[in-house]
């Protein structure tokens, strides 16, 4: 890590139903031409039971040859149906190819990734389960990427009803998101794309709790882009507590980096930079992001420097720091971060 690190800016249409014959057979019953007095009354009784035989047969026949889709129009219907006897039509669960309808509660970091806590709806007016194993989910901000991941519900589908009740806990871990909570604004966002779903003979849940399984692609650009805008929005956000709680005093300085730096084997890009700060983060959760150009005690404007919050009155109370969490001096020392202080002066480093 150089002496004085300084981090870099880089800048279908349905098929028509099958017909079926609904037509009853004709049926008609012949008086004898010869007979005594009851033979009419016979002969009555026996077409009448014909014609209860054959009024059977027919819609034994009916119901067995309805295409497919009569059954589907029959679940189509069944919402209004419902409604007509004052059931809800969520009470359904059925088969929907809309988008869930899916709001952002809670986020926050903790030692498994990016949580989001969301409420979700079914996007139809029955409810619907969600069961696939590649779900894809995107977040983002804005035009700005968050985190991106592919799920797998097969194993704990979610019922997503049509009053927004359910709830679900998407963990995205190291590598799969880009932002952190205090960059988020209001206007964060969850893309949901159930993909293929199975509702039969499923058993799902209103709440459940999953780790994306792996990354899914940013809704724009590429995953080194992501991470650039990243880098520049958590320092941005970062900024505000480093002048007012962190400035003109020191704190231990745990990495240096920019992208083109070829160090610990490697060549650093903005990907790399950001995933080891959000480790760090997630380790430190007092550590902060610093862009070497804001501050007058950094040599070189283009660095990516991770600070801890921790303050201390020296450059050695500050080392103790470091050697009570085993970083050597290639991976941690004391810096003073000041807008009006010069950089002699401002690093010191473990004995």
Known sequence: MPDNPEPLFPLPDRPAATPTDTSYPSLSATAPSTGGPDTPRKYLFAAAGLVVVAVLVAAGVYGTTRSSDDVQMDTAARPAANAAIGEAPNDVVGTCTSAPVVSLDDARLSASGLVLDVTAASGCAVDSVVSSSSVRINVVDGPTDVAAGVFDFSSDPALLTGDGNSRLTLTFPLGTFWMVPTTLSSSTSVEFDAGSN??????????????????????????????????????????????????????????????????????????????????????????????????????????????????????????????????????????????????????????
């Open 198 to 351: 199975d509702s039969s003979n499923v058993s799902a849940s209103e709440v459940v709790s999953l780790s994306a399984s792996t990354v899914a692609p940013p809704t724009s650009g590429d995953a080194e882009m992501a991470a650039a805008e990243a880098l520049r929005a958590i320092s941005d956000s970062d900024r505000a507590v480093v002048a007012s709680s962190l400035a003109d005093r020191w704190i231990p300085q745990i990495s240096s980096k920019k992208p083109g730096l070829v160090a610990e084997g490697k060549t650093w890009t903005n990907a790399d930079i950001l995933l080891e700060h959000l480790q760090m983060r997630i380790r430190y959760p007092s550590a902060r992001l610093i862009w070497s150009g804001s501050w007058s005690t950094f040599s070189s404007p283009d660095w990516w420097v991770t600070a801890v919050g921790d303050t201390y009155p020296t450059g050695e109370s500050a080392n103790t720091w470091c050697v009570a969490n085993n970083l050597d001096r290639d991976h941690c020392y004391a810096k003073l971060v000041s807008s009006v202080r010069p950089v002699d002066g401002s690093t010191v480093l473990q004995k």
